[in-house]
């Protein structure tokens, strides 16, 4: 019964419908939480900085951009909601409190950066958040969303039929998705979001998302190997999110996995040729994969390979 009623808004906006592993903690770097926060309409936090490395001081990847009364949460890696509630309450960023919790955009399918999907879905909807959530994500994320609602139908179910007060919001765990290709998802009251192809190994569809704001124009990676069009669609944004691995540690990596290194993700000496050719106008790594190095060591790693621009390492409720 509860199957049937389920309903997935399924849109293609693109044009014609085209159609990881070892790091150190990194609990010391508070510099992050900066006064931007002050001055920026276009509010970016970091929520999580993490890789599929279970690392206590980095949830799974997971970003936050707010503009006035909208929070937009790029993937959802494991922990987002807590990690966005602790925002809400320690950077005083209502938007981020659960009940608020209704736009997620996915970069790709990998498990990393998708494993807080059932969380965002089901936990706000618990906490009596009124709406609908609205996920945009690659071909297959309606599939996903669809399986874990199935997944969880005895708790839904429960929650529905039971005891809980629910009358206000009795379908508040069913999504909304929109599956695209690439291209416009987003264009409401001043915020555009543009999922933007990426190369990222053989994944067939792969994002970067950017968001051009009141004030601020954004763009962050996903997962990426280097991409043209991420140059193409920041060309000089004011902050390019770009993902990371120490090229220093990279020799320590056994073959099998620099073979697959190289062809999914970015070294610091690609990431410097991105972001410059790129024109960004600052410069802020994430879903950083250390193996035995530290931010200060990436930090040198980028400023070696030549990139002499506004630079940060992420960390998680880090403000850029
Ligand atoms: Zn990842
Ligand atoms: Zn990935």
């Not at 005083?92 to 950066?113: C, M, Q, R, W, Y």
């Not at 996995?257 to 070294?267: E, G, L, R, V």
Request: aromatic share 6%; proline share 7%; charged share 20%.
């Amino acid at each position: 019964m509860l199957i049937r009623s389920i309903t997935l808004t399924l849109v293609c906006l693109s044009t014609a419908c085209l159609s990881e592993e070892t790091e150190e903690p990194n609990p010391s770097n508070t510099s992050a939480l900066s006064a931007t926060s002050e001055t920026n309409q276009t509010r970016l936090v970091m929520l999580g900085t993490g890789t599929p490395n279970a690392d206590p001081e980095r949830s799974g990847p997971a970003v936050a951009v707010v503009v006035d009364d909208r929070a937009f949460i790029f993937d959802t890696g494991p922990g987002v909601v807590r990690r966005a509630s602790k925002a809400s309450r320690d950077l005083a960023i209502p938007e981020l409190g659960p009940e608020n919790l209704k736009n997620v955009f996915i970069t790709h399918l990998h498990s990393d950066h998708t494993l807080g999907l059932p969380d965002i879905l089901l936990s706000p909807w618990v906490l009596d958040r009124p709406d609908h959530l609205r996920v945009v994500g690659p071909p297959g994320i309606g599939d996903m969303m669809n399986y874990i609602v199935l997944a969880y139908q005895a708790d839904i179910d429960r929650r529905i039929n039971g005891l809980e007060p629910r009358d206000a919001n009795r379908d508040g765990y069913m999504p909304d998705v929109i599956e695209t290709e690439g291209g416009l998802v987003y264009d409401e009251d001043g915020v555009r979001i543009e999922a933007i192809p990426v190369i990222h190994g053989d994944w067939l569809f792969s994002f970067a998302y950017k968001i051009t704001g009141p004030d601020r124009t954004i763009v962050i990676s996903g997962d990426t190997a280097p991409s043209q069009s991420i140059v193409d669609s920041c060309n000089g944004c004011d902050v390019l999110v770009h993902e990371v691995y120490s090229g220093e540690r990279f020799p320590t990596r056994p073959t099998p996995w620099q073979t697959y290194h190289s062809a999914f993700h970015t070294s610091p000496t690609e990431l410097v040729d991105i972001a410059t050719r790129a024109k960004a106008k600052k410069l802020v790594l994430y879903h950083q994969l250390y193996w035995g190095t530290d931010d200060a060591g990436l930090i040198a790693e980028v400023r070696a390979a030549g990139w002499e621009g506004p630079l940060e390492s992420a960390v998680d409720l880090g403000e850029y």
